[in-house]
């Protein structure tokens, strides 16, 4: 676990999540897919993808390699019209949908629900300074995505670099009510 003072902010929303929708993104390399989650506040939903993840920094080999990430995402709408972006999808990369939670379970999603317990009706957002593998981590624990524009692009940047030193990003989520991170 990381040592943080957590400099947490917390936000209600009028109205709130009530549902998660699922989607696999195929891509080769990373580009552009820490942002796509931000912007969809999209998160991951197989630890397996993230322990690929992972191991392809350890290797270097990143840009290399096509990556199949099942996320989850927050949503308004359930699985008959699910809000995803595919627009802002680059060439090669596509959204697979998954409206099935047998498909989920078959894909070993460690989340299979459609639905939180209760509307979500914080939104909060942590402020972060650790390596690259630590908030990759910090994001799987908390359902979390970057935050902002910055963060996405931070944490892409990160998986180019050889020497990699922590950086400071924000990540946000979505909460039932006003809690700490897993961190």
Partial sequence: MLKTDQKITHRKLNDGYKYYNYAIIHSRGLNHVFDMMRY?????????????????????????????????????????????????LCGDQEYEQ??????????????????????????TNLELTAPLEDILKVMFDNHAFPADEGSAHKIEREFYVEDHQPITVTLGNYQQTESFWQV
């Fill in 40 to 88: 969809d506040s999209a998160f991951f939903a197989r630890r397996a993808d993230l322990d690929n993840i992972l191991e392809k920094v350890k290797t270097g080999k990143v840009t290399l390699n096509r990556f199949a990430i099942l996320l989850a995402k927050y949503d308004w709408h359930g699985i008959t019209k699910p809000n995803w972006t595919p627009a802002r």
């Fill in 98 to 123: 998954i409206h099935d939670p047998a498909a989920l379970y078959e894909l070993n999603s460690e989340m299979t629900s459609l639905r939180p317990t209760k509307t979500l009706k914080i939104g």
